[in-house]
C-alpha cells in the first residue's frame, strides 16, 4: 500500500513553465494526491479534463494583475476558458471554500444568434453514467458557484450567447 502511494504522489509533482519542479507544501500535496487519485479514475474512462496553471490567455487576463497563473481549463473549442479558484473543484467542501469558477468567453465581433440568451447554460453528465445537470450562470460568462453532486468526471456542454463549447472538470469527493 506503501508503495502504491509513493508512486501516486511522484506523479504528482507539479512543474512550473520552464519544467523544473515546483516546491510543494505538505497541504499542497495532500490536495495534489486527491486531484490525482480523481483524475487517475477519470483517466479510466477517458476524462479529457486538463488544469493548466500557466498564464491565461491575453483575451481571458482582464482583472488579473502581471503574469497571472491561476489554474484553468480550456474549451475544446478554445472559444472559453473556466478559471479555477478552488483547485481541485470538489463535491464537499468542509473548509468554508467554495467551487468558484470565472468563466472567460473569447470576445467575438459579432453573436452567431443575437437573439440567444446570454446566460451561460452548462449541461454536465457524469462520465460513464446517465446522471445530468443543469446549471447557469446569469448573464453570460463571468463568476459562479459550480457544484456537482457527486465526485468524478463531468463533461459539460456549455452555451451562451449562441456560441457552444465543451469541457471536462473533474470533482474529488
Not at 1 to 27: E, F, Y
Amino acid at each position: 500500500m506503501l508503495a502504491s502511494s509513493v508512486v501516486l504522489l511522484a506523479g504528482c509533482t507539479t512543474t512550473t513553465s520552464g519544467g523544473a519542479a515546483a516546491p510543494t507544501s505538505s497541504a499542497a500535496t495532500t490536495a495534489s494526491a486527491t486531484a490525482a487519485t480523481a483524475a487517475t479514475a477519470s483517466a479510466a474512462t477517458g476524462c479529457a479534463a486538463r488544469v493548466e496553471t500557466g498564464s491565461l490567455p491575453d483575451w481571458a487576463d482582464a482583472g488579473f494583475s502581471g503574469d497571472a497563473r491561476v489554474p484553468h481549463v480550456f474549451g475544446a473549442k478554445g472559444d472559453i476558458v473556466a478559471v479555477v479558484f478552488a483547485h481541485p473543484l470538489r463535491q464537499h467542501r468542509k473548509d468554508g471554500s467554495n467551487n468558484k469558477i470565472l468563466w472567460v468567453a473569447r470576445a467575438a465581433t459579432t453573436s452567431p444568434d443575437p437573439s440567444e440568451s446570454a446566460t451561460l447554460v452548462i449541461t454536465a453528465t457524469l462520465d460513464g453514467t446517465d446522471t445530468r445537470v443543469t446549471r447557469e450562470v446569469a448573464g453570460g460568462p463571468g463568476p459562479s458557484i459550480i457544484d456537482m453532486p457527486q465526485p468524478g468526471c463531468w463533461r459539460l456542454d456549455l452555451r451562451w450567447s449562441g456560441h457552444t463549447d465543451t469541457m471536462d472538470l473533474v470533482y474529488a469527493p
